[in-house]
C-alpha cells in the first residue's frame, strides 16, 4: 500500500480521521506535528515562543524528508504544504487527501486547543487569514478533497477509503469521457493510453487526468512534459490532449472525470473565463486572459502563467526601455510582465489602433511599426507569429537589431527563429521562446502540485 497523506488547515480532522484511516487499513499514523515534538523534546508553542516558526519549519522539513515511503498514514502539520520541499516528498508516491472545512467549524474545534502563534490575530480573523493565504497551497495538495464540516471522523474515513478503491468519477463519466476524446485528434497509442486509463481491465481508480484544452491543440508539448513530470516525481497522473471547437464542452468533461487541471491555449484563452468560478487577480482585469486552470473541491480556478514565463528570463533588465511587437493575446501578458519590471514599454503592431487598445489599459505608449529606429530600446519582444513555421519571416530587418540590444522572441518554433538568428549574428543577448514556455510551464505544475521543479528539469523533458 502507498502512503496516505492527510493534508489541511488545523481542525479539518486529520489527526481523528487519521486514526479510522490507520486503524482501518492496519497501518500506523505518523502525525508530523507529533514527530517534530518528538524529535526536538519540545511542544510546538514552545518551538514558536522561543525560536520562531522558521525553526519549525526546519525540523518539520526534516521530519518530511524522513517519513517512511509506503504502508502508513501521514497526518501533516497545517502549514506543511506551502514548503514546495515538503510537497515534493509527501507527493512521491503518496495519495494526498485534502480535508477541509468552513471557518465557523474550525472555529469552534481549535477554541479551546494550544495554538502556535502564527499570527497577532484573533482566532477566527487568524483562521480566515491563514485560510485564504494557504488556499492554492492547500488546493496543490489535493489528489482528492473530502469535506469534513458535518461529518464525523468515522465517516470521513469511509469516504476515503471508498474513493481510495474506487477513485472518483464513475464509469458512465468516464465512458462518456472517452466518447469526447475520441472525436479529438488524439494520436491512436496516445489514445489507447487514455482507454486504458479510463476503462481498462486493469485500471488504476487512483490515476487522475490533467490536459491541455485547445482547438487545434495535438501540437502542443505539454502532455510530453507534464507526462515526463509525473514520472519523475512519482505522481499518479496521466495528461492528455482536450481537443474541442467548444471551450464548454471540455470543461464539462474536464469535470465529468473529475480533471486535476487544463492548461488553455489557443483559441480559449478569454472564453475560458466564461465557465469557471474564480479567476487570479493577475489574469483576471489586467492581462484578461486565463492559460491554466486548477479543478479542486468543486471549484475551478483560472490563472494566467504566461507574463510569469514572458518576466522570469527578463528579470536582469528591471528598468529597461522595450519596444513590444504585436498586440494580441501573448502580447497582453508580456505587456503586464514588462511594465511588472518597471520597463518604459512602446508597443508596435501591424494594427496602430490595436496596440494602442493595449498601451492604454498598461499605461504604455504605442506606436507606428516605423518608430522603431527612432526607440533605439535596450530590449525587443515579438509576440507576432512571424518566424513561426513555416513563416519564415523576421519581424525586424537585420539593420533594425542593433549591437547590445536583447532580443526576446516568444514564436518556439523553430526554437532559433530568423529573428533570434540575426540578432545572433550581430552579438546581441537572445532568449528564445522556448524560455517562456518553460517558465510558464513550470509554474503551471507549482499551481496544480505545489512542486517547484528546477528548470534544469523542464528543460531536459522540452528540449
Ligand atoms: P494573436 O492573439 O493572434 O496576436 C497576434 C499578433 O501578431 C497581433 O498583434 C497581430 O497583429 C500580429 N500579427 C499577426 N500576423 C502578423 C504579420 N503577418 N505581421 C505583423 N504582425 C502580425 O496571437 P497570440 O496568441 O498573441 O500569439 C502570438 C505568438 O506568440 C504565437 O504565434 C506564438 O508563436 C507565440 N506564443 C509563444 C508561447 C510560448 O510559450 N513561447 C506561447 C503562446 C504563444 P494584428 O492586430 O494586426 O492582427
Not at 480521521?17 to 518528538?38: F, Y
Not at 481549535?110 to 485560510?131: D, F, K, M
Not at 509525473?230 to 464548454?248: C, K, M, S
Amino acid at each position: 500500500m502507498k502512503r496516505i497523506v492527510l493534508t489541511g488547515f488545523r481542525g479539518t480532522g486529520k489527526t481523528e480521521v487519521g486514526k479510522v484511516l490507520a486503524s482501518r487499513l492496519n497501518l500506523p499514523l505518523l502525525d508530523t506535528d507529533a514527530l517534530v515534538e518528538q524529535k526536538t523534546g519540545r511542544s510546538i508553542p514552545s518551538i514558536f515562543h522561543e525560536e520562531g516558526e522558521e525553526r519549525f519549519r526546519i525540523e518539520e522539513r526534516e521530519v518530511i524528508a524522513s517519513l517512511p515511503a509506503d504502508n502508513v498514514v501521514i497526518s501533516t502539520g497545517g502549514g506543511a504544504v506551502i514548503d514546495p520541499r515538503n510537497m515534493e516528498h509527501l507527493r512521491r508516491q503518496g495519495i494526498l487527501i485534502l480535508l477541509t472545512a468552513d471557518i465557523d467549524t474550525i472555529e469552534l474545534r481549535l477554541a479551546n486547543a494550544p495554538r502556535p502563534p502564527l499570527t497577532n490575530l484573533p482566532l477566527r480573523e487568524e483562521i480566515s487569514a491563514l485560510l485564504d493565504q494557504r488556499r492554492q497551497h492547500y488546493y496543490a495538495s489535493a489528489d482528492f478533497c473530502i469535506d469534513t464540516r458535518e461529518t464525523t471522523p468515522r465517516a470521513a474515513g469511509e469516504k476515503i477509503l471508498r474513493v481510495l478503491t474506487e477513485g472518483m468519477p464513475s464509469l458512465k463519466h468516464r465512458t462518456t469521457a472517452l466518447e469526447f476524446f475520441k472525436t479529438g485528434r488524439i494520436l491512436p497509442l496516445a489514445l489507447r493510453r487514455l482507454e486504458s486509463v479510463l476503462v481498462g481491465a486493469d485500471r488504476d481508480p487512483l490515476t487522475r487526468i490533467m490536459g491541455v484544452a485547445g482547438y487545434p491543440c495535438s501540437h502542443s508539448k505539454s502532455p510530453a512534459l507534464f507526462n515526463g513530470l509525473f514520472e519523475r516525481y512519482g505522481l499518479n497522473y496521466h495528461y492528455t490532449w482536450f481537443e474541442d471547437p467548444e471551450i464548454a464542452e471540455i470543461l464539462k468533461i474536464a469535470r465529468c472525470i473529475d480533471a486535476k487541471g487544463l492548461s488553455v491555449t489557443i483559441p480559449f484563452k478569454q472564453d475560458v473565463m466564461e465557465y469557471i468560478d474564480e479567476v487570479d487577480e493577475h489574469a483576471a482585469r489586467p492581462i484578461g486572459a486565463v492559460n491554466s486552470v486548477v479543478f479542486a473541491c468543486g471549484t475551478a480556478i483560472g490563472y494566467n502563467t504566461d507574463w510569469l514565463g514572458v518576466r522570469k528570463p527578463l528579470v536582469h533588465l528591471k528598468g529597461a526601455k522595450a519596444v513590444l511587437l504585436g498586440a494580441g493575446g501573448v502580447a497582453a501578458a508580456a505587456a503586464y510582465a514588462l511594465v511588472d519590471l518597471d520597463m518604459d514599454v512602446t508597443i508596435l503592431n501591424r494594427t496602430p489602433a490595436t496596440a494602442k487598445i493595449l498601451a492604454g489599459r498598461f499605461g504604455c505608449t504605442s506606436a507606428d511599426w516605423d518608430a522603431f529606429d527612432r526607440i533605439k530600446p535596450d530590449l525587443v519582444v515579438n509576440a507576432t507569429p512571424l518566424g513561426m513555421d513555416p513563416d519564415t519571416r523576421s519581424p525586424l530587418k537585420d539593420e533594425q537589431i542593433l549591437p547590445g540590444m536583447t532580443v526576446y522572441d516568444l514564436v518556439y518554433t523553430p526554437p532559433e527563429t530568423p529573428l533570434i538568428q540575426a540578432a545572433r549574428k550581430k552579438g546581441c543577448p537572445t532568449i528564445m521562446g522556448t524560455e517562456m514556455f518553460i517558465h510558464q510551464a513550470r509554474e503551471q505544475f507549482y499551481l496544480n502540485f505545489g512542486i517547484d521543479v528546477p528548470d534544469a528539469i523542464i528543460r531536459e523533458l522540452v528540449l
